[in-house]
């Protein structure tokens, strides 16, 4: 039974940070995608940041703010989020998959494993 765990989540003012993590346990295999995702009440769940084999891939509208980041592929996956804006409120959810090909690095419909999520509130 595959887990993933998500922490970090908070509340803070904008232009504050916070630090996502997502620890998995319940695999002894690499998962060659793993990916944020948010999901803010009444709106879908959209992609925030993504690796594919280790190459990362962001949403326009966090590049340049958030860092996502994994030492190997069996640690633990980040996500450094600066300059965060009320916009940015949402649940955060950690996804993973044993496969995916680049171009749906951030297609939710990839993944096939996702943690319960983390609050991540930004006041304005």
Known sequence: QVQLVESG?????????LRLSCVGSGYTYSMYCMAWFRQAPGKEREAVAGLGGGTPYYADSVKGRFTISQDNAKSPLYLQMSSLKPEDTAMYYCAAVG?????????????????????VTVSS
């Open 99 to 119: 496969y995916c090909a680049g171009q749906r690095v951030l297609d939710r419909y990839s993944y096939t494993y996702w943690g319960q999520g983390t609050q």
């Open 9 to 17: 989540g908070g509340s803070v003012q904008a232009g504050g940070s």
